[in-house]
């Protein structure tokens, strides 16, 4: 609010964020939401307007505020031809500063040539590399920890650097010693999975702060993982997994290396991790440090701590934490608020015969090749900031007064980017639905396909006490009343083609755009599904009649029916893609894949059930009664079962 007054003067704003920041912490701040772009370095302040700022918010004089204002009064405010003069300016300072400069705001018009200017005043590429570049990086990772710099605009003084690097390189004579290294780290996605937009954020990150990096890609075997950390000298091995089945394949890494006594620290990471399933389940597997990570930049500080001189005390606190979370999970599950899985399906209520919306058509549809520009307008932009660390709603991000430049920036780089992929054709939009008739069996859906077969897919049911207790199941009109429901099913990716764009990127040096590119294909993916989902409501079901909703009432889940993707809450059990899979032959007609942990690839990839009408929930966690009973229901082993669904049971 005090720097509030001075918009439209930026020296004086971001001088006085800095200010505030920079004591903030001093003072136990631990958390902070920032905007770097209207931050100036604490130690870089004009001496008389630090110590006016400072006057003002620690509250020195009792004619701060008249002081500062007066000043402030002196100080020009930001104009075009200021800025285009600052951007000119910068060309004229030292060698050294130019490269800083360029890094830390991820300028790359001239960093090739400022890099061989500096190669050739060096005479060592080395040297260039220790002395100027990764000091500027060590700042870029200083300032990305404290929270002054955006991950975009980390990753895009990696690309810089890479950029750098690369000028370097036929200058860096086959057996020259490698540069300086603040530790060894492997990085993985899990057996499996091949979620890799985190794991590839992380080793930007780490590279970025001056470790060396050996990212293995996704669908890494356990042995390879630990071949790899033991015959490099890896200092730590990170994993990463998106989906549940990776939590168990987790756990296979780490039983490998402690079978191999390899006692080298993990760090866990990924959206289904967490500090309990580390602590309770990985943890306890190996001998070794096991500690769960939140975001890149903890990354960071758990390598700085993990390597550092303080170690032993660093684990062992860790340690003693994980203990604690182990005793709380013991005392919350004797205490565990569930009903009986036999009093839950009491609750049950299937839908009534009489609320049957009939299909129009049955049957399978396949898409071979969508039209982005269809798909486009129901870009859901609302998931895509946040992935960057931009906190906000579309648009009104765009006019917020902190995060609104970055965001129309990064939202400039996403159309530019989406443009080029539709014109194009980099990307391939493919998917398969189909409309079948069904029925309900208590917790099984019967569905019935074309040839006459009937397939059987088991649900779960919530248990907590308390709630509706609903399963999908009731959702479909059960067989007992003689009536002929109908559900959907589908199957669909805006990946195609993604893993070859990136792969393009990378080679170029610029993780930013791979990063983005596949972030892009994940809001595709999205929104195809919206898009194929008003078709199969319009068209193929045909129980959707009414003027068509607009995109953004689509977005907003503006009409009947529900699309319930497998390993969402509602039905957690990723197992079941094979059984939609073979039913639309979808490894037949498309180009994805199902793995052998039921993860599609490419992992921009949506498989689900239609229905006509359906709320979400959550299952939530069952009970050893449900377990067994949804696995012989599944015709699977409960260990099994239990490893496809580790947060539930």
């Not at 630090?50 to 002081?67: F, N």
């Not at 012989?632 to 539930?648: F, M, Q, S, W």
């Amino acid at each position: 609010n005090l720097s509030f007054a001075f918009r439209g003067n930026n020296a004086v704003r971001e001088a006085m964020h800095s200010v505030f920041l920079y004591h903030a912490i001093a003072a136990g701040m631990d958390m902070g939401i920032v905007n770097p772009q209207l931050l100036q370095v604490y130690s870089d302040i004009e001496p008389a307007l630090l110590e006016r700022v400072e006057d003002v918010v620690l509250c020195r004089r009792a004619d701060a505020a008249e002081r500062l204002i007066d000043y402030a009064q002196h100080l020009r405010t930001d104009t075009a031809a200021e800025g285009a003069a600052h951007e000119e300016a910068w060309r004229t300072r030292p060698l050294p500063e130019r490269i800083e400069y360029a890094l830390l705001r991820g300028v790359t018009d001239h960093i090739e040539t400022d890099t061989l200017e500096a190669y050739r005043e060096l005479g060592d590429p080395m040297q260039v590399i220790d002395r100027l570049l990764m000091r500027a990086m060590a700042r870029v990772g200083e300032l990305f920890g404290q929270g002054k710099m955006f991950l975009p605009q980390v990753v895009k003084s990696a690309r810089v650097m890479k950029r750098a690097v690369g000028v370097l390189t036929p200058y860096i004579e086959q057996n020259a010693a490698g540069r300086n290294s603040a530790g060894k780290v492997i990085v993985a996605t899990v057996k499996g999975d091949v979620h890799d937009i985190g794991k590839n954020i992380v080793a930007v990150v780490m590279a970025c702060n001056g470790y060396e990096i050996r990212d293995l890609g996704v669908m890494v075997e356990a042995q390879r993982i630990v071949d790899e950390a033991a015959a490099w000298g890896a200092d730590a091995i990170c994993l990463s997994g998106l989906i549940t089945p990776s939590l168990d394949e987790m756990i296979h890494v780490v039983e490998e290396a402690e079978r191999r006594s390899l006692h080298i620290p993990f760090i866990i990471g990924g959206a289904t991790t967490s500090d309990l399933h580390t602590a309770v389940k990985i943890a306890p597997c190996t001998a070794a440090p096991v500690i769960h990570s939140r975001d890149a930049s903890e990354n960071n500080r758990i390598l700085a701590a993990l390597l550092g001189p303080d170690r032993e005390i660093y684990v062992a606190g860790v340690q003693a934490r994980q203990q604690r979370l182990r005793d709380d999970y013991l005392r919350r599950e004797r205490l565990r608020n569930l009903i009986p899985v036999a009093d839950a399906r009491r609750n049950r209520r299937p839908r009534p015969a009489s609320q049957i919306a009939p299909a129009a058509h049955t049957g399978r549809l396949v898409f071979p090749d969508f039209d982005i520009a269809d798909v486009e307008p129901f870009i859901d932009w609302n998931f895509f900031f946040p992935a960057w660390g931009l906190k906000g709603r579309c648009p009104d991000l765009f006019d917020h007064p902190e995060r609104g430049d970055e965001a129309r920036k990064l939202f400039d780089d996403a159309q530019a980017l989406l443009h080029r992929i539709a014109d194009e054709r980099l990307l391939t939009l493919q998917g398969v639905v189909g409309i079948y008739p069904a029925v309900s069996r208590g917790d099984d859906i019967l569905l019935t396909d074309a040839k006459g077969r009937r397939h059987t897919l088991p649900m779960l049911r919530n248990q907590t006490r308390g709630a509706e207790n609903l399963c999908l199941s009731d959702f479909i009109a059960d067989r007992r009343d003689g009536a002929t429901d109908y559900i959907g099913a589908f199957a669909l990716t805006a990946g195609i083609g993604l893993q070859e764009l990136c792969d393009k990127f990378r080679s170029e040096g610029d993780d930013y755009s791979a990063i983005m590119a596949k972030l892009l294909a994940d809001r595709l993916t999205e929104a195809f599904a919206e898009v194929v989902h008003s078709f199969v409501r319009r068209q193929m079901w045909g129980y959707e009649t009414a003027e068509a909703p607009t995109p953004q009432q689509v977005i907003a889940g503006e009409y009947r029916g529900r699309r319930m993707a497998f390993g969402y809450p509602a039905s957690p059990d990723h197992s079941l893609k094979r059984e939609i899979f073979d039913l639309l032959a979808v490894e037949q007609t498309t180009r994805m894949r199902l793995t052998e942990n039921w993860m599609i690839s490419p992992g921009e990839a949506l498989c689900g059930l239609f229905f006509s009408d359906a709320r979400y929930f959550s299952v939530g966690q069952i009970d050893a009664e449900q377990l067994r009973d949804y696995a012989e229901r599944r015709g699977l082993a409960v260990e099994t079962v239990e490893k496809i669904i580790p947060n539930n049971v």
